[in-house]
């Protein structure tokens, strides 16, 4: 695939099958990763990569995140919050590693910084012919899963990039007119 279809195309897929991608697909896409752009050089970021039991684990932090916010949480809420990361064979959580207080780096470029990488993640998981969806929801601002996932006060946990193999059929591309969000100051 060429990079400009690549940076046209690429899709989110919700529906992933395994196998989680091998160890050669995952070196590509964390070197990806690892080339977006980052003033200074900080590095501002942190992977975490779940699959097999780890999403068990997973599970079980957001399972406890539920009972945290409310004691009274039936087995149902419980359940349905340890199936989630069940939703792909791989699950990889980003997590801009911020640096407080560096004069010439403000905490946001940080973050996108690490939004980036995940980016790059999706990219390069949609050239390997593989799904990817970039999942937040409450869990990824949640105490009980920051804690769980070693996450310092400032930092960020951006992304859980949910990674397998394709189980269905990507969405038709939506049509964007760029006059819509594009000034030009000529
Ligand atoms: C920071 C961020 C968080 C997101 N969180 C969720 C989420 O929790 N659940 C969800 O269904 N989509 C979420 N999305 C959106 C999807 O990843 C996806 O981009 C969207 O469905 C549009 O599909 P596309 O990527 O194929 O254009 C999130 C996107 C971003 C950038």
């Known amino acids: 695939m060429d990079a400009m279809t690549l940076l046209h195309e690429r899709s989110s897929m919700g529906k992933l099958m395994g196998p989680p991608p091998d160890a050669e697909q995952l070196e590509a ?3 990806a990763a690892l080339r977006a752009p980052d003033h200074k050089e900080l590095r501002p970021w942190r992977f975490i990569e779940f ?3 780890g999403l068990d684990r997973l599970g079980e932090l957001f399972a406890e995140a ?3 916010e409310d ?3 039936g087995d149902a809420v419980l359940e349905a919050a340890r199936k989630k990361p069940k939703r792909a064979p791989m ?3 980003v997590i801009a590693k911020v640096t407080p207080d560096d004069p010439k780096v403000p905490r946001v470029e940080q973050v996108i910084s690490a939004g980036c990488a995940a980016h790059g993640i999706l990219l390069a998981a949609h050239a390997q012919g ?3 969806m970039w999942r ?3 869990y990824a601002f949640d105490p009980t899963v920051r804690k769980g996932l070693g996450l310092a006060e400032d930092d960020e946990l951006v ?3 949910y990674l397998g193999q394709l189980g269905g059929r990507h969405r038709p591309l939506p049509q964007h007119d760029v006059a819509d969000f594009v000034e030009r100051w000529d």
Do not use: N, V, W
């Open 29 to 31: 896409m964390y070197q």
């Open 51 to 53: 699959s097999g039991e």
């Open 66 to 68: 539920e009972f945290r």
């Open 71 to 73: 004691p009274h949480a």
């Open 91 to 93: 699950i990889i959580a």
């Open 130 to 132: 593989l799904g990817a």
């Open 136 to 138: 937040t929801g409450k």
């Open 159 to 161: 992304a859980f990039l």
